[in-house]
């Protein structure tokens, strides 16, 4: 987070969308900022402490690849409410570090790779925008990369309404 400005990103913006023909003199922008962790900010997040707990993007639990954070704030709250209802808040933390950390942490540790890699003299991004537009296995192949799209699809299939049978009697 802070590594580049919001007018640095708007003058990055603009300039693409000059150059590859879009008008901009009607066009109304719209933006909202998402927290995108490194590796180590992962590594040593602190989400809750005496008093206090940090669930969804307010704990930076977005995945930095894709900026996927639905799962991860639905998660997070029921791991954060869970750890509450027994009286055990340190849970949480405990829980976040098994569950979720790990799979944003990888996310992290790819996503300066993913955004400023290259391949055959193109961005890495570049590539695979144009490999999945051509090809439906590398689409499904896309679909099923992300972490939190398989969750989501997981959570559609009615473990929601599962979750507290499946809290631990502790
Ligand atoms: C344009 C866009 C597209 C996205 N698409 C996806 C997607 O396709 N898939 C995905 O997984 N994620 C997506 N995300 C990310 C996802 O929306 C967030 O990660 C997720 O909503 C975080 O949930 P949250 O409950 O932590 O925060 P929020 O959804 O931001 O909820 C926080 C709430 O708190 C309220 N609030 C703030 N301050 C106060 C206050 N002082 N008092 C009272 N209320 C307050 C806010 O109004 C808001 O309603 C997208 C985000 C954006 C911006």
């Known amino acids: 987070m802070g590594e580049t400005s919001t007018a640095e990103l708007r003058r990055v913006l ?3 969308l000059e150059e590859n023909g879009f008008r901009l003199d009607e066009a109304r922008f719209y933006s909202h900022i998402l927290p995108s962790f490194r590796a180590q900010t992962f590594e040593t997040l602190e989400v809750s402490a005496e008093g206090w707990s940090m669930i969804g993007d307010s704990a930076g639990l977005v995945d930095p690849i894709t900026g996927e954070g639905l799962y991860y704030a639905l998660r997070s709250a029921e791991l954060c409410a869970h750890a509450l209802l027994v009286e055990r808040p340190e849970q949480y933390r405990a829980q976040l570090k098994d569950e979720i950390l790990p799979e944003l942490k990888l996310a992290a540790s790819l996503s300066q790779r993913f955004y400023r890699g290259q391949i055959f003299g193109d961005s890495i991004l570049e590539r ?11 689409r499904d192949l896309m679909s099923d990369l992300s972490p939190a799209i398989r969750a989501i699809r997981i959570y559609a299939r009615g473990s929601i309404a599962s979750c507290p ?3 631990p009697k502790d």
Do not use: F, G, N, Y
């Open 14 to 16: 603009e300039k693409w």
């Open 165 to 167: 049978q499946r809290w």
């Open 128 to 138: 695979m925008v144009a490999l999945t537009a051509q090809s439906a296995s590398i």
